[in-house]
């Protein structure tokens, strides 16, 4: 089974499926497929996660796709450049790209084909052209004047004949196809691990690192008005490889969910359901004004402590000290009746927590349309951005569920000999001194990116996840608790009307917040959206079908059988399997 955010990289990946690839291999060629179907979410300059299990091992793993600050990217440097922020787009914010390294790195370790099977259907795609969605086009038309004024290399790739593409219309990206081409060559050796690496190595330190690294002495418009050069290098990428990590797990209700170590925020999520599973059943419906509150006020909390606490400095997390049953409880004890604005993270393992300055993250208010957390572009370059998701189940039991991201088209100028652009996920750091997610050459920004597998006593049984920035782990919640608790199906649970708060400071530049904010899906209702505003919480209504594009599979031992879910809103999430 596979199912993913758009229907050709599910696609894609049952075509691997039936000609005997693993889960992995279909993974791989997935995600290639994805830069390509929806370059405005994720591109080959981005970034990835993904929690997986074998069917010889049913211990969950991280794969970290998510490339660290350069060596000539610091708090003080940039403070020294004029900025309080890390810029939305341009390429200051660009980390070491890991997203193909990463997926190369599954490849070799746990997959079967060789690099150019995988590639394959990417190049044709790139090549001959695939339909662009509404997104593409709508995101390309935003920053077409940014393009034609700052960023002539993005306007020669994206605005063909002097405009955006239309919905519909197909597009080509004919330079990405031969960078795809070239790196496929480059996988020679006597066996299939040397020839994957092989392919790694050309792309940290061959024609890909040099054509990065001439691209970022180029000075460029960022999203703060200024122009700047890039501090990324050829050393900086050559130095990079991915890895895998053991990953965090929390229980809830009988089943262990296993999530990113705290150098992401996956663990807001096993915060949250720790809080949660103090509350009976009864309490624990999205769908009911109660249940809707205790979720906004939950995620508050989980995200005050993923402020205070998270990133990748010295001296980590430590995950048990986070779902410690007498932190959780005192958590659990700031839940009242009425609508918090506050930020409050707790005192973990002895120490007083430290934010970062929020007056750099004010109250930025919400759109009408409801679009935060949505890729939401300005002729400056912001972005909110979004994100892909991939999820595939094999036979044999293999599981994965990946969340490709960054590298947008408007993250930064294309680069014209790849026919792609750099990430921005360093905008996830703060200019601040001394806080666990302080931009520092060598560490992590602390990434969105936040798959999950769902696993019970005999091993997976599910792997989901969404786009969606800082509402990832908020939507993921909402579909465990109607699955883990509520009885619903994974499709009637997907389809369920959604909701997500936005009191906390954002992830993205500029780091906004809305104190209280609560954005929901109108198909919630009446009684229980006009309940949420008398407690206190600054209601957003953002539309019937807008919010979430989870996707997920897995495994029905009872029944012998696998299962695929994906999402309606967009028309664009698949799920497919035999």
Partial sequence: MAAATHWAAAATAMGVLERGGTAFDAAVAAAFVLHVTEPHLNGPGGDMTAVFATADDPTPRVLDGQGPAPAGASAARYRAEGLDRVPG?????????GAVDAWLLLLRDHGTWEVGDVLAP???YARDGVPAVPRLASTVAAVADLFREHWPTSAALWLPGGRPPRAGEVVRNPAWADALGRLADAARGTDRATRVDAVRTEWAEGFVAEAIAASCRVPHRHASGTHHTGVLTAADTAGYRARFDDAAVGPFRGHRIAKTPAWGQGPTLLAALAVLDGFGDADLDPSTEHGAHLVLETTKLAQADREAWFGDAAGPLSIADLLDPGYVAARRALIGPEASCEVRPGRLGGRDPVLADLALAGDVGVTADGTIGEPTVTLAGETKGDTCHV??????????SATPSGGWLQSSPAIAELG??????L???????????????????????SPTLVLDDEGPVAALGTPGGDQQDQWQLLY??????????????IDAPALHTTSSPGSFWPRGRVPGGAVVEDRLGDAVIDGLARRGHRVTRSGPWSLGRLSAVGIDRARGLRWAAANPRGMQGYAVGR
């Fill in 420 to 425: 792609f652009a750099l990430g921005t996920r």
């Fill in 122 to 124: 990417a190049i044709g």
């Fill in 89 to 97: 787009a341009g390429a200051l914010a660009a980390a070491i790209p």
């Fill in 391 to 400: 999820d595939v189940v094999d036979r044999a039991g293999n599981i994965v």
């Fill in 427 to 449: 905008q996830m750091t703060w200019l601040q001194e001394g806080l666990p997610s302080t931009l520092t050459p060598g560490r992590r920004p602390r990434t969105t990116l």
């Fill in 480 to 493: 465990l608790l109607r699955t883990l608790v509520g009885g619903y199906d994974p499709q009637q649970a």
